[in-house]
């Protein structure tokens, strides 16, 4: 077990979580500045700076304040929230994690987005007209910068918006799906759980 006593500032850290308790009445912590033991061997600080450090092979004389520390830390663990707040969180967790991975794969804000449309749409029109001349901004801009012809950005433009709207799909799918999932779960269940199976599957999505 590794043990961390602030003492002076009221903290209590037993295998890295960190709880706020009142010290003032364990004797033990006396005049101690802190406590830290790292599961073999530890040191007692004082709060005189002229005091050379204790060092310690145990922690058997802070039994107490372990104890009490795993109550409180246990008592924080309880969750208090209602039911429809825990089902309601577990829903804007997936939206919310949806539109990350949705930012991640198709590029952040609407504009993007619209930007996106702008380019199939005026690629499509180019298309069917024949492609005449001039050549849309959007199709030049592809054949600049991939070194295609204007057939082939055409052709790129119409890939890539596939790629986009299967994407959209796949995402509106999971996303929809987990949601659907959690409201038909009986009260009491592990919304969060239900949810963070959706999010898995949206994080697959992402890298995959």
Do not use: C
Request: net charge negative; no cysteine.
């Amino acid at each position: 077990m590794q043990l961390t006593i602030m003492a002076t500032e009221s903290l209590v850290t037993v295998d890295g979580n960190t709880v706020e308790m009142d010290l003032a009445d364990y004797d033990i912590l006396d005049a101690v500045h802190a406590v830290q033991f790292d599961g073999v061997e530890g040191e007692i600080e004082w709060q005189d700076p002229i005091r050379p450090n204790d060092v310690i092979l145990t922690l058997d004389d802070f039994k107490q304040v372990i104890a009490d520390h795993a109550t409180l830390w246990a008592e924080l663990q309880v969750d208090t929230r209602s039911e429809e707040q825990r089902r309601a969180d577990a829903l804007i967790s997936i939206d919310h994690f949806a539109g990350q991975v949705r930012a991640q794969l198709l590029g952040p804000g609407e504009f993007m987005h619209e930007e996106r449309r702008r380019a199939y749409e005026v690629a499509i029109a180019y298309e069917v007209d024949g492609f005449p001349g001039p050549t849309p901004l959007a199709v030049q801009v592809q054949m600049d910068t991939s070194g295609q012809t204007a057939v082939e950005a055409v052709a790129e433009i119409k890939f890539q918006h596939s790629v986009w709207l299967e994407a959209l799909d796949q995402i509106r799918d999971l996303r929809l799906r987990g949601k659907a999932q959690i409201l038909e779960l009986a009260e009491g269940s592990d919304y969060g759980a239900q949810a963070q199976q959706t999010i898995d599957e949206l994080a697959a999505l992402a890298i995959s």
